[in-house]
Nanobody, 128 residues
Framework: QGQLVESGGGLVQSGGSLRLSCAAS????????IAWYRQAPGKEREAVAC????????FYADSVKGRFILSRDNAKRTVDLQMNNLKPEDTAVYYC?????????????????????WGQGTQVTVSS
């Protein structure tokens, strides 16, 4: 079945940067697209960015476009989210998930029902 483990969260000032990492184990990462979602206190979980298994298509939420960069290194079995120019509204627990459909050749709308196998999350706190 495999698992995903997020890391790299922390406390940062507004305008700062963090790099989150999603480490895959127990399954063959190149077969799967990966999603990053986040959930702030009192809010629903929302999509941040998603990447297809080849890395050829990346979806970004409007709120993070131009600030966040999603990349994958299948050899290292990681999918990283570089977060720049962080804002207090980026404060949330960040989760990565695996696409349900193995070997998908389709692009992604980053819809929640396309992904499962979520990790335990990593906390990101941005102070103003």
């Amino acid at each position: 079945q495999g698992q995903l483990v997020e890391s790299g969260g922390g406390l940062v000032q507004s305008g700062g940067s963090l790099r989150l990492s999603c480490a895959a184990s127990g399954f063959y990462l190149p077969y799967y697209g990966i999603a990053w979602y986040r959930q702030a206190p009192g809010k629903e979980r929302e999509a941040v960015a998603c990447i297809t298994r080849s890395g050829g298509f990346i979806f970004y939420a409007d709120s993070v476009k131009g600030r966040f960069i999603l990349s994958r290194d299948n050899a290292k079995r990681t999918v990283d989210l570089q977060m720049n120019n962080l804002k207090p509204e980026d404060t949330a627990v960040y989760y990565c998930g695996r696409r349900r459909e193995i070997l998908s050749i389709a692009s992604t709308t980053c819809a929640a029902d396309e992904y499962n196998g979520w990790g335990q999350g990593t906390q990101v706190t941005v102070s103003s």
